[in-house]
């Protein structure tokens, strides 16, 4: 995967050559049995700076040694980590990120999993659990889109030349338990990297030629042409591809590692590889950010691929609708009425408002095909999400509580959060049309993000369901010490996390 640091796991040995050391202390500047091996004679000299730079330990805050006496390394790095004891999963993970963060772009490093006090036995300070959270950090971290950069800053050595060697009582734990989280990690980035792409290079039929790679993993992988969907009747989502020089296409990703017989997981992704609005055209300023516009799809892939990866012992199918949305000769225009695939019509109030066509389709023909457990479907929706809820959660509709509950603890799990919002009735009426069975907008601002999950929740039936609007979060993306992206691969972990704690086994 792209700038992955080389990550090694190795057992704790002090005098390792190395040019960054990083270990990590509790407030009060109290190491592991570990960490203060590694650290030695330093562990004085440590203690010294830490009085000095009034450094203790608090969670976030770091004290960084150049060539400390007593140390092969060139430079040493501590990481305060808080109170041991509040540490959940999640917070470790963010710790790789943190000291993947300190490292130089060519640095030789190791990382001492130790902590005071955790992880009793021989095992030493951390679980092997733990130090494999601290190395999905650090990729997770390292994640840089630079591939379309021909000139580099002298500084700027290639991501890749970074090794970390994480330095652990129980390297055999360890690293089982990383090969898991490297899964679901590489099902990131490769979102990620798939939300990046220019929308030159990243069209429909592009897309879909990517989703392939996922047979590797053992994914099936079908694609849909423009005969099959036109054979299918998906009138809404072809509309919305009418007006661009590309085709449009629809994957159908299955993953089969459950029991046999059982009803599949499904996950349905918004995939507008551009979305100018159409004829309803958006304003120039922002637009090159609407080539993000597929960040659902980009997470349903991504998921097929974690899953696939670390075998996973669920059926799951990952249905995405590609499309273009351009404005030209051929365009649909406002006042159109389509026909889906479901047989109702829809009248084209906003040729900008397309995702909702889009998925309209792809829900009706996940669920008519698949017959699903649940459906939950990814989209960048409605800019009205990001007033509502900014970059920090996605907005959640659902019309099951079971599987509402689940997400909201899956979030809160993964650090992907997602918020509950409304549907009823009410808001339905608000897409009733004069011409046709319903409209594509609500006719006014109003509420924007929730008649468009009005809309999604006329096509899934009585099938338990999930909208998840990710336009904030999927996207120029809220930075963190997991994510220095533009793209976050929003989804993947909380996604993957739902199915492990639920629905395996
Ligand atoms: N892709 C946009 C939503 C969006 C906006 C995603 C900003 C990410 C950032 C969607 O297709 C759209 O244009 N929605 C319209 C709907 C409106 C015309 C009813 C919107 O949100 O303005
Ligand atoms: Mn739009
Ligand atoms: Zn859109």
Redesign the pocket.
Known sequence: MANAPQITFSPVAPGKAADTLVVFCDEGVKFGADAARMLGEAGEIVARAAKFEKFTGKSGTTLELLVPEGLKADRLVVIGVGKVSDLKQQDVVKLGGAAMGKLRRIDNAVVVADLPGAGKGAAGGMNPDQAADLAQGMVLRAYAFDRYKTKRKPDEEPAAKRSVTIATGDVNGARKAFAEREAIADGVLLARDLVNEPPNVLYPEEFARRTLALKKAGCAVEILNMAALKKLGMGALLGVGQGSTRESRVVVMRWNGGKKGAAPVAFIGKG?CF?T?GI?I?PAAGME??KG?MAGAACVVGLMQALAARKAKVDAVGVIGLVENMPDGNAQRPGDIVKSMSGQTIEII?T????RLVLGDVLWYTKEKFKPKFMVNLA?????I?VALGHEYAGLFSNNDELSERLSKSGEATGELVWRMPLSATFDKMIDSKFADMKN?GGSRAG?SIT?AQFLQRFVDKTPWAHLDI?GTG?DSRQNEINKSWASGWGVRLLDRLVADYYEG
């Open positions: 507008v979305d609005g309803s958006k950010d609407m516009d906003n900008d408002a397309e995702g960048t929706l409605t800019g009205a990001i907008t924007g468009a336009a996207m």
